[in-house]
């Protein structure tokens, strides 16, 4: 089983690279999947989506195929994303527009959003409404909202706020633990031919 993590902030360093980073580790420390794939839209590395990329355009295949057959290969996905002005990055919502049913559908994804301060739950609401529909990502019900991001998930303890921190990371292994069962069960849906799109290549 494969879970890939996108960190979606465009800054870097980032907070949002960080908590990506921490998810990574606590995935392969606790063997909750048997490989792991993190992709960090730091630098905005993907140009804006145009309608090109229909018409099999070879500098978006070049650009695009290694990323869609790790994608393709992941069996579950943590999306990482900050809050920027109460938003989702550009960027990361762009990711959004590039791929489809051949890599993302059908598969659990956790949604984890990162606030300097006591936000965080915007970009919750935001990837649940508009980023699935024709991609077909399934967000599971567990999400994480990881507050005051500079006092956590540090490797200096000194840096951490103790209580704080020990909470983060015993929410985040159980929100893992959940996505990992989800993915085993997606198999299974993704097998039984009840995902074929035929007419249907747009959800609604």
Request: with cysteine; hydrophobic share 40%.
């Amino acid at each position: 089983m494969k879970i890939s993590i996108v960190s979606g902030s465009h800054r870097q360093p980032s907070q949002s690279e960080k908590v990506a980073r921490y998810v990574q580790r606590v995935l392969d420390d606790n063997s909750l999947c048997d490989e792991t794939w993190l992709f960090r839209l730091a630098g905005n590395p993907l140009p804006l989506w145009d309608e090109s990329i229909w018409d099999g355009n070879p500098e978006w295949k070049k650009l695009l195929d290694p990323v869609s057959g790790q994608l393709a290969s992941s069996d579950g996905f943590v999306i990482v994303s900050p809050e920027w002005h109460g938003q989702v990055p550009a960027g990361l919502k762009n990711f959004f527009l590039m791929w489809s049913k051949r890599e993302l559908a059908h598969k659990p994804a956790l949604i984890v959003t990162v606030s300097s301060a006591d936000g965080g739950a915007y970009p919750v609401a935001e990837l649940r409404m508009s980023s699935y529909k024709n991609n077909r990502i399934c967000y599971i019900p567990e999400h994480v909202i990881i507050r005051n991001v500079e006092k956590v998930l540090n490797d200096d303890p000194a840096q951490n706020n103790p209580d704080a921190d020990d909470y983060f990371r015993k929410r985040i292994a159980y929100a893992l633990g959940i996505l990992t069962e989800y993915a085993k069960a997606f198999v299974g849906i993704r097998a039984s031919g009840a995902t074929e799109y035929g007419q249907f290549k747009n959800g609604m």
